[in-house]
């Protein structure tokens, strides 16, 4: 036993200081040279053909025909030919420190009440993983869930080359009101602990986001609808959270320290309420009217519609939840449609963690196109767009020279068939080959 922990030891340290090497900088930058057979560069309307990417350290130095490329001497060359080559995607909504809880082993509550915080870290460094071997490259991780500034660490410790994982935009604790998140339903005795961080009023909602700021949140994540439910007549409704003066502290706040705010909204009174306060982003969206989507033209928001998650595990159908969950999915899809076709800016975003790491992050790309999106289209929503909405544009999202080396390819062509992206065969991070198959 005492020697089976020896050598688990020694396995572990190995690769500790693997990653703990590469994140090291080297004095002559190292030069790969990756031959595209096809190459989306995330901003194109079109792909190119036999490209020759030349990378320098950790950014891409140039892109250019392979007929005319000149191959810098001692270059390790990749050869992906035969495969699409494409910017490193972002999923602009993920919770790594969800699991996809299953409600038959307790669920959410389960996750905040039984769970130590460092198994919800070990867990969430499983996650990053899952992202990174799957071509995600960045993640805008949407808080915490009750597991604190954990996302901060899980940050630093990617950042520092201890674990592998993608770039991390992270949210921290979120925020909502009384009455607006889990846990609930317990007796009213009981303080029980609460997924997000509960303000009440103006003062209360900038001290929180003042708070997490300070502690490392890259964008805040404001809940402005928390339960919803099958109206009088057949409608979705969704309880407002926050009020307009509660939300302008927040955005007022944040917008101060140059930072962004992403608000949860389905429609109705919060999702007005989210617009007039001034949101960044609308995540989920499930029930935009037309007023909502004029003004988002207007304001330049930002929509992050995690279709794929609004479509499995539904609660029984003769149950209220499940009528719910099926009338939230009924909803969605023509709001996004009237979304698409009136020009809202829309990224890629899933809500991973809500559905479990196991299974495949790019299946919202399928359910885009599905809903009438065009292939390119969606590929730029979790490339270019989302950098953008980053502040990150020519950084990330881009093969492009000076973007950072965050390079990945799939076999198969993705803009005839968008499944393709399922099938990631090589993922390069910051310059270093993390995947190739
Ligand atoms: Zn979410």
Not at 7 to 33: C, D, E, H, K, Y
Not at 280 to 308: C, F, N, R, Y
């Amino acid at each position: 036993m005492i020697r089976c922990l020896a050598s688990l030891t020694s396995v572990i340290i190995v690769v500790v200081g693997a990653f703990a090497q590469t994140a090291a900088p080297s004095r002559s930058p190292q030069v790969t040279v990756i031959r595209a057979g096809t190459l989306i560069d995330g901003r194109s309307a079109a792909p190119a053909h036999d490209q020759v990417i030349v990378i320098r350290g950790n950014r891409i130095e140039s892109v250019s025909a392979a007929a005319s490329a000149k191959i810098p001497t001692g270059a390790t060359v990749i050869d992906l030919s035969q495969a699409t080559v494409l910017p490193g995607r972002i999923d602009s909504h993920t919770h790594i420190f969800l699991q996809g809880e299953d409600p038959a082993q307790g669920g959410y509550d389960a996750n905040i009440l039984n769970a130590p915080l460092a198994l919800r870290a070990a867990r969430a460094t499983v996650a990053v993983r899952r992202a990174l071997e799957q071509g995600f490259t960045t993640l805008r991780d949407v808080e915490t869930e009750g597991a604190g500034y954990g996302d901060v660490g899980i940050k630093q410790a990617i950042e520092g080359g201890y674990i592998p994982g993608p770039r991390l935009f992270v949210a921290t604790r979120a925020i909502s009101t009384t009455g607006g998140y889990m846990l609930e339903g317990y007796a009213p005795e009981l303080d029980m602990p609460k997924g997000a961080q509960i303000v009440d009023g103006p003062v209360e909602a900038r001290k929180a986001a003042r708070e997490q700021l300070d502690h490392g949140a890259d964008w805040i994540k404001v809940y402005m609808t928390h339960r919803s439910w099958v109206g009088k007549n057949g409608e979705l409704v969704s309880q407002p959270t926050l009020t307009v003066e509660e939300l302008r502290a927040v955005v007022d706040e944040t917008h101060g320290w140059g930072k962004k705010v992403a608000c949860h909204a389905y429609g109705g009174i919060g999702l007005h309420r989210a617009l007039d306060g001034g949101c960044d982003s609308i995540e989920h969206g499930l029930d935009l009217d037309d007023a909502a989507i004029a003004q988002m033209l207007k304001q330049g928001t930002w929509l992050v519609p995690t279709l794929s998650v609004y479509y499995k595990d539904w609660a029984p159908a003769d149950t209220p939840a499940g009528q719910r969950d099926h009338l939230r999915a009924a909803v969605h899809e023509p709001s996004f449609k009237k979304a698409l076709q009136a020009g809202v800016k829309i990224v890629f975003g899933t809500d991973m963690g809500g559905i479990p790491w196991t299974e495949p992050i790019a299946q919202e790309f399928s359910r885009m196109v599905e809903f009438g999106m065009a292939p390119m289209d969606a590929i730029q929503s979790a490339t270019s767009r989302a950098a953008a909405m980053l502040d990150m544009q020519g950084q990330i999202g881009v093969v492009a020279p000076g973007a950072f080396a965050d390079i990945i390819a799939v076999s198969g062509d993705p803009l005839r068939d968008i499944k393709a992206l399922e099938n990631v065969q090589f993922v390069m991070k910051d310059g270093q080959v993390f995947r190739s198959k």
